[in-house]
């Protein structure tokens, strides 16, 4: 089964950090760029961070710029958001995706980070 399972969500406080994983299955890991995404409470999803699959090359949000980065291990098939510094507006439901192309096309089904103040 193709498949992309995040975890690693939870609750913390402002100023505070957490790593979030994206294990994937039943796909060559590492032939893919991988994203992580999030969706804040009524708001539309945004990127956050990509990296290539060769993990050569990131990208990411001006939001999360210096407090967040992307890793990945493609021996272990996952992809790491290690978030600190985090801020109330960070609270969303993060996802990780799948590169097939030149679009994301397989998702994860989300973690929740809630940042409190």
């Known amino acids: 089964q193709v498949q992309l399972v995040e975890s690693g969500g939870g609750l913390v406080q402002a100023g505070g950090s957490l790593r979030l994983s994206c294990a994937a299955s039943?796909?060559?890991?590492?032939?893919?760029?991988m994203g992580w995404f999030r969706q804040a409470p009524g708001k539309e999803r945004e990127f956050v961070a990509s990296?290539?699959?060769?993990?050569?090359?990131?990208t990411y949000a001006d939001s999360v710029k210096g407090r967040f980065t992307i890793s990945r291990d493609n021996a272990k098939n996952t992809v790491y958001l290690q978030m600190n510094r985090l801020k109330p507006e960070d609270t969303a439901v993060y996802s990780c995706a799948a590169k097939f192309g030149t679009a994301y096309r397989l998702w994860g089904q989300g973690t929740k980070v809630t940042v409190s103040s």
């Open positions: 990296m290539s699959a060769s993990g050569g090359s990131t």
């Open positions: 039943g796909l060559a890991f590492s032939i893919y760029a």
